[in-house]
């Protein structure tokens, strides 16, 4: 465990979601990094103070504006349905290969270090990615075609929850 790896899953770790192995990892690390004791400190009172202010502070988009904006899109969609159609495809292509990337790298054991982290603790609680990655590794290849759905969904939102900027595998 390193610093940066730390930053990346401190959301998680402090709202109790974390993976009970990872969460000692973390506190090891934290024990010996006043650093990172002091980011976390921190991080946890922004936290507090911002939901405080999240109840302050009504959310609520006006039901006009809500209206109006649906209409738009709606109207949007129906002039140019051969547009909404393209994206969703497009959008669909860029998944798969994102998918089949993640897979790539999990297999070959080129995975960035916070990604490794993610996959590794999601494997713990989840029996059906666990299953599909130990039969890769058993077989030592990609596996044919893609991974089942429930999988598939995993696996995007594991890349989804990587900040800005990070890839999931190493250069």
Same mark, same amino acid.
């Given at each position: ?27 090891? +690390? ?91 603790? +999601? ?30 969904? +995993? ?17």
């Amino acid at each position: 465990m390193n610093c940066k790896e730390l930053a990346y899953m401190l959301a998680d770790y402090c709202n109790g979601l974390m993976d009970p192995r990872l969460r000692e990892e973390l506190d090891v +690390h934290l024990a010996k990094c006043e650093p990172c004791m002091a980011f976390t400190k921190t991080f946890q009172a922004t936290c507090e103070k911002t939901r405080k202010l999240r109840e302050e502070i009504e959310y609520a988009i006006p039901p006009d504006v809500c209206e109006r904006l649906e209409t738009f899109v709606r109207s949007a969609a129906l002039k140019y349905p051969e547009k909404v159609e393209e994206y969703r495809d497009q959008v669909e292509r860029d998944r798969r290969e994102k998918v089949a990337g993640l897979v790539r790298a999990a297999t070959s054991g080129n995975l960035s270090s916070a990604m490794a982290l993610l996959a590794e603790s +999601h494997c713990a609680a989840c029996p059906e990615c666990r299953e599909y990655f130990d039969a890769l590794r058993n077989t030592g290849t990609p596996g044919a075609g893609e991974p089942p759905e429930g999988v598939r969904s +995993h696996l995007i939102a594991l890349m989804q929850a990587l900040p800005p900027g990070e890839e999931f595998f190493l250069a």
